[in-house]
């Protein structure tokens, strides 16, 4: 059955994308920034499509190459809202250049599809071209500011590490067809030699996207480079949609006790919260500290799924929704400080005194990054590593407990140069344009209303935790 | 000639790239290296097709988009190198060094 309406707000969204580009060309010079508004615009659309789908049985189904249930479902919403606050913050960044927003706005999108396209996806060969759409059109977005130097060789690492990661994962699928005959996931092979090996390539070219320990090494500077929003984007909805995948493939397809995986997920888990952690310590770019401060927070969503249990299913899709407003708070004041003081630590040394609003709001998603409640992320931890703790990894729980206390000092590095340290010369008041604000309130109202009251939220994970076989 | 044949020079054509991927310093190097990697994938796919599984065209469909996949990213790199040979005026991968930490 091709069921090809399950996929309308995936490709609602590729169509406006194309849109756009025509639009581009059409309209006279001057009035690009229509575009970047009709890409958010165009986001809320989909978001809307997309919770009107919410619990819809008639959304829900099998196609030929992709399964629409509850679980895609909720990962795509967690997108959607997230690239939409990404555009939000993307409208207020000054350096991107003007003449192209047509062209950046519908990359973002083209990238969104990709990778509402992948959360739906249970055949190799659309795995493959959602992962290749995405990562084609974030090569691209990341060195965007192409008079920058750091922002085109962020971008050429990016794409060097992404085309490797895929050649590796392109040969895992064609062992995968050799083993099971057949590029769809649900075949139920048999677990023999050949078949781990591809799963293992496989595993590779995902961990690449999701930035797990061993593949991370793009991240801090293809981070470092990119323009600020579209960090924040590639630093949230790539990374919760490939967990969405590997929730699908090494979760629900190939369960890791199964396939003899699961001491390998473990170790995954483990060294990406580990390394980085330990190396976020030493950094003195916020770019950087937040890039290896997402590969940690890459590490504690791994628990879930090193966990193979239903509890550590929800607890990583908990996680996965609030890391997204997490994220974005911290972006937000990282680019609104950023646009006047550069990237350095020291910019942000006496905050509070200039705009406190915007530091409280940095504070609050930091304390909630490290796990402090009654923010939200304290909650998504606690969930996590009870997970671990209730199917018996307690050394996975351990590991990750002394991981968020040893982050606690790198989040409060900032935290203490926002509140203790003076600014150089007289605190002058920080100009911060309105959009950056709306999705700057937008993400602390996330953070601040799942700590204290998060049983809506608990509750919608628990509805969608359900995987269509 | 059998199907064994076919996998030892894709694994052999794998192992090439994957040595060149990572031991070449410079970028056009690289880029073919991995275009040799994703050709590997290309044989494996087209003997597992013809030997295993004959009358299937899951594996020439995956190899069809496989080449064009390829193609596109290959557009991509090669626009990236031009942006940063622009700034750079270099193509070797030890001159890139902003960034790091």
């Known amino acids: 059955m091709l069921n090809l309406s399950l996929l309308t707000p995936a490709l609602a969204l590729a169509g406006l994308a194309l849109l756009i580009l025509l639009a581009d060309m059409l309209l006279p010079r001057g009035r690009e920034r229509w575009l970047a508004h009709l890409a958010w615009i165009s986001c809320a659309g989909v978001l809307c499509l997309l919770v009107r789908g919410l619990g819809d049985p008639a959304a829900l189904g099998r196609g030929t190459l992709w399964t629409v249930d509850p679980f895609s479902q909720f990962f795509q919403t967690a997108t959607v809202l997230a690239a939409m606050l990404c555009l939000l913050l ?37 795995i493959f071209i959602s992962l290749e759409l995405v990562s084609l059109s974030s090569f691209i977005l990341a060195g965007f500011e192409r ?34 005959g057949t590029t769809r996931l649900d075949a139920g092979a048999p677990p023999d030699p050949l078949l781990i090996l591809s799963l293992l390539l496989i595993l590779l070219g995902f961990g690449f996207k999701a930035s797990l320990a061993p593949m991370h090494f793009w991240v801090p500077d293809a981070y470092e480079g990119a323009p600020t929003p579209v960090t924040a984007f590639l630093s949230i909805a790539p990374k919760i949609a490939t967990f969405a995948l590997l929730l699908r493939v090494y979760g629900a397809f190939f369960p890791a006790g199964r396939y003899g995986l699961q001491a390998l997920l473990g170790l995954l888990a483990a060294l990406t919260m580990t390394i980085g952690n330990f190396t976020a310590f030493f950094q003195n770019d916020v770019k950087r500290l937040l890039a290896y401060s997402s590969i940690a927070q890459a590490g504690y969503l791994m628990i879930g799924l090193a966990v193979g249990t239903p509890l550590g299913l929800q607890g990583a899709m ?56 009654p923010l ?80 809506p939220l608990i509750a919608g994970v628990r509805a969608s935790a359900r995987l269509l076989p | 000639m059998t199907l064994a044949h076919y996998l030892a020079v894709a694994a052999l054509l794998f192992l090439v790239g994957l040595f060149g991927a990572l031991t070449r310093r410079n970028i056009i190097g690289i880029l073919m290296s991995i275009e040799l990697m994703f050709n590997a994938a290309n044989l494996n796919l087209a003997a597992f097709d013809r030997f295993l599984h004959p009358g299937g065209v899951a594996g020439q469909t995956l190899a069809l988009f496989t080449i064009t996949v390829a193609a596109a990213e290959v557009v991509v790199g090669l626009a990236l190198l031009l942006a940063i040979y622009r700034g750079a005026g270099t193509v070797y991968v030890e001159d890139y060094n902003l960034l790091k930490g």
Do not use: W
């Open chain 1, 90 to 126: 993307s409208l207020d960044y000054r350096d991107l250049p003007r003449r192209q927003a047509g062209s950046f706005s519908a990359l973002m999108l083209l990238s969104v599809s990709g990778l509402m396209l992948l959360t739906a996806a249970h055949d190799l060969l659309l």
């Open chain 1, 147 to 180: 008079s920058h130097p750091k922002s085109n060789e962020g971008a050429m690492k990016y794409f060097l590490f992404g085309a490797f990661a895929s050649a590796v994962m392109v040969y895992g699928i064609s062992l995968y067809y050799g083993a099971a």
């Open chain 1, 318 to 373: 908990f996680y996965s929704f609030v890391y997204a407003a997490m994220n974005v708070g911290c972006f937000a004041v990282v680019q609104a400080v950023g646009r006047e003081g550069g990237y350095g630590l020291d910019a942000f040394n006496g905050l509070a005194k200039r705009s406190l609003g915007l530091s409280l709001a940095m504070a609050f998603c930091l304390l909630s990054l490290a796990g402090i409640p």
């Open chain 1, 376 to 455: 939200a992320g304290f909650i998504g931890k606690l969930y996590i590593f009870a997970a671990a703790v209730e199917s018996g990894q307690y050394a996975l729980a351990v590991i990750g407990v002394l991981n968020s206390v040893a982050s606690v000092y790198y989040y409060f590095r900032i935290a203490q140069r926002m509140f203790l340290r003076e600014a150089k010369g007289e605190p002058a008041a920080l100009a911060v344009g309105p959009y950056v604000y709306g999705s700057l309130a937008a993400a602390v109202a996330g953070v601040l209303l799942l700590g204290v009251h998060p049983e």
